[in-house]
């Protein structure tokens, strides 16, 4: 599945990837000695690269840094903006000058959904949120939280078991995304989805396709009562009810539980006494749930897609799990042992990023790179290029873990690997999302081994998150039994 594009070879299903803008078509400096925006492509009249964003954007965000290096003037419709792809700039923008941006009026699509939740709110409400939310994700709490994520884990293997002797061939990312959506709803509202599971499978993707589809769409597009919209609504209001009676729910039954929920519940203004409105409590679940479980479950998926492309790193994952767990039940105690599955999360995080790109609005003028970022101009910060960089990444299409071995991770510069954003706005899930994402891998590898169907042309689609599309359909052998006891 190797593929030539721009004289880079891919790996991976990029080959379906095609130029579209001129190369030699450039908007320089505008002054010499003090340039206001880097070279970029020129694109269209009035629309600049609009419509190349709008139809591929990561290839037409490779091919900008290809072309013109770690600064990139984009142009697109009303927006100006700069592609970053140089560690120091990202760490400038999203750390050391984090107070001068916000995130960019392209989350305005995900407010449709999500509201004024941590991911999408500013200033004073994102910081008591995300105040409020931060000792959920405290060690301790993700240690107590792993026995969820096992258990759940184990329910969907009891169904593996039933599922491998007919060789019935399943879709990981389906079987993935139903996994770590049980595993948030247990874990963070001490809930069970059960027949309302079905809502939010049959509404979320429906939800993600339209932010993917309509990030670059004007409000009026989004407003328009059209098939599409009509759709979305439809969907979001029957998520909203599975939110609203997880709310309702624990309201009612008093329970205190050590979880997001509750914290959630009894915070309280500090001047006025009051709680969160019932507004507030739909917009901070209803973010949790998206962001807590898409992007776990695409990582999974990627990380299937890449071992059975690499069989030696599969037995590698094999090799590990058994000596550090053997036939024992995983347990948040193994995590800091599983070095080698870690470090095959994390390649398979930077050469398939499921947030794959995201952005921040200048509030103020900014330098960088030698560069001015003028007011209420844009910074694109897309971890999918800023992973395949050969300068940070050498053969930046090879799947290697072993760039993550600890002597290689302290020669790179920080913020060149950057799946989870990072500065204050990081991402809260970080930590949570390895853990579960190890516990997962470990308990099925004892169990199973996931054997790609031949021949299917899967492409990673970049939607708000980067999807594996259409899917990928896999059939299940039960690993061979071991008398190999723990040993690491
Ligand atoms: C592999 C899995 C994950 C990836 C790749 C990922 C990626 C990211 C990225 C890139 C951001 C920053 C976005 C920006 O700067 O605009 C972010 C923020 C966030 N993530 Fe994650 N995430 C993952 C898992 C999780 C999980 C498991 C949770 C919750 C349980 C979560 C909740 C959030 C929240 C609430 C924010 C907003 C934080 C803030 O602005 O304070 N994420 N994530």
Known sequence: ??????????????????????????????????????????????????????????RTFLNAADQYGEYVHIKAGPYHGCLVSDPSAIRHVLQDNARN????????RLRDSLGNGLLTSEDSSWLRQRRLAQPAFHRQRLAAMADAMVACTDQMLERWDRIAPRGDTIDVVAEM????????????????LGATAEIVNRTWPIINRRIGETFWSTKLE??????????????????????????????????????????????????????????????????MLLAGHETTSLALSWTYYLLSRHPGVERGVVDEVGRVIGNGRPAFAHVDRLTFTRRVIEESLR???????????????DEIGGYVIPKGSLVFLIPFV?????????????????????EHETARPRFSYIPFGGGP??????QFAMVEALLIVAAITQRFRIELVPDQDIRPEPLITLRPAPGIRASLHRQPPRDVRATG
């Open 351 to 365: 050469l398939y990023p499921p947030a794959w790109g995201f952005s921040r609005r200048a509030l103020s003028d």
């Open 101 to 108: 941006y916000h995130k960019s009026p392209l989350y305005d």
């Open 1 to 58: 599945m190797t593929a030539e594009f721009n004289g880079r070879s891919f790996a991976g299903p990029l080959s379906s990837l095609k130029r579209t803008y001129n190369p030699s078509d450039v908007i320089g400096p505008t002054r010499s000695d003090s340039p206001r925006f880097p070279p970029g492509p020129r694109g269209y009249p009035i629309l600049g690269v609009l419509p190349h964003l709008r139809s591929d954007p990561i």
């Open 386 to 406: 800023v992973h395949r960089r050969p300068k940070l990444w050498p053969e930046p299409e090879r799947f290697d873990p072993d760039r993550f071995a600890p």
């Open 425 to 430: 706005r990081g991402c809260i899930g970080n």
């Open 222 to 287: 989004t407003t328009l009562p059209l098939p599409a919209n009509r759709r979305f609504w439809r969907a979001l209001r029957e998520l909203e009810g599975v939110v609203y009676r997880i709310i309702a729910d624990r309201r009612q039954s008093r329970r205190e539980e050590e979880d997001l929920l509750s914290m959630l519940l009894s915070a309280r203004d500090e001047e006025t006494g009051a709680g969160m409105t019932d507004r507030q409590l739909r917009d901070e679940v209803v973010t």
């Open 177 to 192: 995304m139903a996994l770590t959506q049980a595993i948030i709803v247990r874990t963070m509202f001490s809930a069970d």
